[in-house]
DNA sequence: AATGAATGAGGTTTCATTCAT
DNA sequence: TATGAATGAAACCTCATTCAT
């Protein structure tokens, strides 16, 4: 027992150092695309040099390797952490609102947190992903697509439980999704309206959504 | 014929010679566009270099600093050809078309168009638009806000005339054109959906707008 | 033959410009080489710089550029004219020399100029290829095997005209093209000796091949 | 036992631990040397990275610089193991052979094993010898040098007593050297044939060198 | 008007070396 | 003594742009 405890403690000093170490890896790595992202979605990805984003990390040029095989990398290092806080945000998701369009409310809402609060890194991988094929697909696979099944299968369900109509799920989502992506859009490219008149335009969608513009 | 003389009149003396010069002109300098916007949309204006346009224009690259000062002059060239196409597009637009869904349909089926035939100059300009904030600027300014507004006076005319509810007209533009936008982009991302159930998109789109989800 | 002088005129003007641009080219080309060679042979192939090339050429870094693929290309570029000096020497050839000693002196001193207008060439590219597999087959496979082959012909002549021993061809002429091999060595090691009692040496070693060393 | 203390007397009181200690030091310094020449033989010098050689030596780069002053010193340290080595075949070396032919079968294959067993160290330090001036003095004066004077004593002992001819014995020496010389370069640039017929090669060289190829 | 060779600033990336732990 | 993260100089290479022809 003395010789398992004894153990113990340095394996419970190794991990805490190995802890400490890998711990200040994810910090720096954090550290690193922040300064990128920001640069990125300020700039764009081919403008802004890895000096620029040495120097915004506060780390020297060397060290950004050490983090990151190339500057590309760093796209894709952004891209996890936006799909990471998707998932963070989908766990703490729309609980089980009863009401579909209190649920429709709250979704837009939620995509809007996550648009508000992940906005540099949205920014910096789109314009990318229009034109990186790699990165185009991983957009895709990893936060498109999974949006669009959570989505699928919130309309089933409010289908089957007779609060919406029956129209093809695969078709509806997508649609819901052009929305958001489209709402991001007008977003990044600046249109004043929707940032100041939000909680109206918010009313309008829903409204819009669930009982039409038709009288 | 006298259309002809219509034509001619605004002419100068020497016109027929510098108007070939200046057709001859404007072909070339489509020529290079064409090339280019081709070239943006598969690689990026980023990653494509003036000697593949050059190549691809089938002219040197020396010629294509005769026609464009710069190698971002050419975003700005492509953007001035979207506009002239969105508006003949307009000009042979949506007719008068009584029936408010059926002019939604008409619309999300012109808007297609416009896409399909202006893909390659769309998907090249778009993803400079979020990272340069000229060429945003001109974008909103002579895409997007111009498309608004013509949404606007449409959803105005038909609250008018009773065939919609009377909801924010710049609000209900923006959702629409927000769709527009997300439509697009879900097709430059790529996902097949859309482009394979088009006709019941547009189907499901349309019901939705005008008569809502719900029961 | 109006039409077809009239043809060979313009012909001849192409071929005679197009003939300067090539010519220009080639000489551009072996300026940058030779610069690059001396360079190598200095200072070695890693110590090298590219800018260090471009100064000694007279030309910019960008233009090296223009005609080599990479800096590595210019020690394929070196071996290509190490071959073509080669072929130009054989061509001038051994002639006929009817006895055999005097073809091994006169061979020893075809290598020895070729060695001695060739050096930084050498030089140059021996170093690499020690450490190069691409270069050192295209090394061994272009230079030293035309050799041997050319040397184990001429053994096999003077054998069957019993001038000389039957010895095993592949490996008397092994044996020769080593000796060429250690000679260049123990030149580029700047052993003095050998270069200031050369003719010496050469009766040394034709004697001691044809007569051997024993009494 | 008298060797044990032979040994002993040279050393001071805390020779135990000293002892200890830098035998600790050579053997990782051995250790560092062997991973490194195995790599420098493989890629060359330049393209062998520091991290390249800890990671074969299982150790750290910070430890490389604890027992060599950078990275050049591995060469030189390469090349002091070869010079020991060198020694060390020597003192077990030639016998007294009475028959001069029967001498120069044993060199060849005395130098033959020479190159084989220290082949990694002697490709690594060549090609850099080549082209680092430092090295190259060093080369030639603890390394080749060396094999030159004693080549040449027993060359003026076996004329002396009568075995062979009275020629020059520097270019004579010389001409052994280079002979030596050129085969290493033959293996390391993979000539396959004398590899696999080192025997008759051996006996060719002998039979000529002491016979000549004459009739 | 058209060409394309020349340019050189500037980008990304590597890697020997240092030093705090 | 051993480590390995951090460094930053410097290397190779690209490419938009110019200009003599």
């Known amino acids: 027992m003395s010789t398992h405890s004894f153990l113990n403690k340095e394996k419970t000093l190794d991990s805490e150092e190995s802890d400490r170490k890998s711990r200040r890896t994810i910090q ?4 690193i695309l922040e300064a990128a992202a920001q640069l990125f979605a300020e700039k764009g990805f081919h403008r802004t040099t890895t000096k620029d984003i040495a120097l915004a990390a506060d780390v ?11 500057k ?10 936006l799909v990471d806080n998707q998932q963070l945000g989908r766990q703490l998701s729309l609980a089980e609102l009863d009401d579909a369009q209190d ?3 709250a979704m837009l809402n939620e995509r ?22 790699d990165l185009r697909h991983k957009y895709y696979h990893e936060l498109v697509l999974p949006g669009i099944d959570t989505l699928e299968q919130h309309l089933t369900h409010r289908q089957r439980s007779g609060q919406i109509k029956k129209l093809d799920e695969r078709l509806l989502s997508r649609f ?18 929707i940032e100041t008149h939000w909680e109206q ?3 309008v969608v829903a409204d819009t959504i669930f009982n039409g513009i038709a009288f």
Do not use: A, W
């Open 28 to 31: 720096k790595k954090n550290q």
């Open 60 to 70: 020297s040029e060397g060290t950004l390797y050490n983090y990151f095989d190339n």
């Open 72 to 81: 590309e990398d760093l796209l894709f290092g952004i891209m996890e952490k």
């Open 103 to 105: 649920f429709l409310v």
């Open 112 to 133: 809007r947190d996550y648009v508000q609060s992940n906005h540099d890194m949205l920014q910096s991988v789109l314009s990318e992903i229009l034109v990186d094929p």
């Open 176 to 193: 819901l999704v052009s929305i958001f992506l489209g709402m991001f859009l007008l977003d990044v490219i600046h249109d004043p309206l």
């Open 201 to 203: 335009y918010v009313r």
